[in-house]
């Protein structure tokens, strides 16, 4: 039943509000594409459910977008969100909590015409007061031995303990997608709930056996990660897995498992395309996915903090549902990453340029300077040097400032365009300005 003044908005954003609380990113208002993209693989993994980055941004709000969202996306969130469809969510919420049964002695009403109780009434009330009081100190002492004893269950595992846990991956093959095995040692911890993270993402963990000493996990994408091995909601260990591209490769990505373009599908001459067969079922769609090329491996001592990259790209995907015409270009390091968007000149303000922890949102800077150019190709020029970067976008300045930290060693490039999209060059030099990538693709 639903209560008086509970329509679906309300519930939409209840949901809204516990959706943030979950994933601990900030205000539904603040997160970008990414974000939505990293949800969208979430809720997949969750409920074998897809939801594109378009309806999620409907469903919070952050699209305008009247109608009520269809059924099976609502389903979807519920079941994220721990309930067994959108009815139940709504349910529990409708619900009111059980009252609690306090034996009391029933009141009885003092007469109109008395003033002033007599003695044994006075008693009564005094006796009554007492039983009330005395109830309510056993209850409060019962709340705070529940909630010590909560607290106890999850208690800090020592510096001592987490040194004799050893954890290491080996991975499988070479390229993707490529099956890493996790090897571990946890006899020397007590604990609950034991789980290797496979990311930075904490909804990407899968339960493991503390008596085993092997598990493993696919990965379906090149990059740079950090696993963890997790007890009871505890970071124990970390350790550095590197999953390489094995050479240029593209894939539209689509999930968690994304669609691999065959070496048919795509060339590398005279520039780095997709084939219009590998595509051509994008058109059409609601919700267009990405394309994606990675070159993901060991580049040596490539600092982050201090190199030049020169790039030439250009969005070739042409469908009014892909009008923004999105395009970003990655440089993924050992701890973070920097991204430099570019997107069609109405749709600058959904940009946010990253430079390790330093933003750059177009709904509070201006950022017309990363949108494209009448010229066909886009000029994309970075150079870094002791942390302090300046961005040029076909020879004109875009963007300054200093990284705030250190994001470590580059370790791949990514480009990514909404439908599809090309690339021209990349060059990069190192610190010394020595080049170190020079792809002319064929020239």
Not at 23 to 47: C, K, N, R, Y
């Amino acid at each position: 039943m639903v209560k008086e003044g509970r329509n679906d908005h309300w519930y939409l954003e209840i949901a809204r509000k516990k959706l943030e609380h979950k994933l601990g990113w900030g205000s539904v208002d603040e997160w970008s594409s990414e974000d939505f993209q990293t949800l969208s693989e979430a809720i997949l993994a969750s409920t074998d459910l897809s939801l594109s980055i378009t309806t999620l941004k409907r469903l919070v709000g952050r699209v305008n977008y009247n109608a009520t969202p269809h059924p099976s996306t609502l389903n979807a969130v519920a079941r994220f969100l721990g309930h067994a469809n959108w009815r139940a969510f709504k349910q529990v919420l409708n619900t009111p909590p059980e009252p609690q049964e306090v034996k009391t002695t029933p009141v009885v009403s003092k007469p109109e015409t008395s003033t002033i109780p007599t003695a044994p009434l006075r008693q009564k009330n005094q006796k009554w007061l007492a039983y009330v009081l005395s109830a309510g100190v056993l209850v409060l002492i019962m709340v705070v031995a529940i909630a010590s004893r909560k607290k106890d269950q999850i208690s800090p595992i020592s510096d001592v303990d987490k040194e004799g846990v050893s954890f290491s991956t080996d991975p499988v093959a070479e390229g993707i997608p490529n099956t890493v095995i996790f090897n571990y040692d946890l006899n020397s911890i007590d604990g609950e709930v034991f789980e290797i993270q496979q990311s930075w993402d904490e909804t990407k963990r899968f339960l493991i056996d503390p008596e085993e000493k092997e598990a493993t996990c696919t990965y379906y994408y090149p990059g740079y990660y950090r696993a963890k091995i997790v007890i009871d909601d505890q970071i124990i260990k970390e350790h550095d897995l590197f999953v390489p591209s094995n050479g240029w490769m593209a894939a539209i990505e689509s999930g968690p498992v994304p669609r691999y373009i065959l070496p048919k599908e795509w060339q590398q001459t005279p520039f780095l395309s997709v084939h219009d067969t590998a595509i051509e079922d994008l058109h059409g769609k609601e919700d267009i996915p990405n394309l994606a090329y990675y070159l993901v491996q060991d580049f040596g001592d490539l600092k982050s903090t201090d190199f030049r990259l020169q790039t030439r790209l250009r969005h070739t995907f042409q469908d009014g549902n892909a009008a923004c015409q999105y395009s970003s270009l990655t440089i993924n390091c050992t701890r973070g990453f920097i991204r430099i968007p570019m997107s069609a000149a109405g749709c600058v303000g959904e940009l946010i340029a990253r430079f390790g922890g330093l933003n750059f949102d177009g709904r509070k800077t201006n950022l017309s300077g990363l949108a494209y150019q009448e010229q066909e190709w886009q000029k994309i020029d970075l150079e870094m040097d002791d942390q302090v970067f300046r961005v040029k976008v076909n020879d004109q300045d875009v963007l300054e400032g200093k990284l705030p930290t250190d994001p470590g060693r580059i370790v791949g490039i990514r480009y990514k365009f909404e439908g599809a999209g090309e690339v021209d060059q990349l060059m990069v030099w190192d610190h010394e300005r020595e080049l170190l990538v020079n792809e002319q693709f064929g020239k």
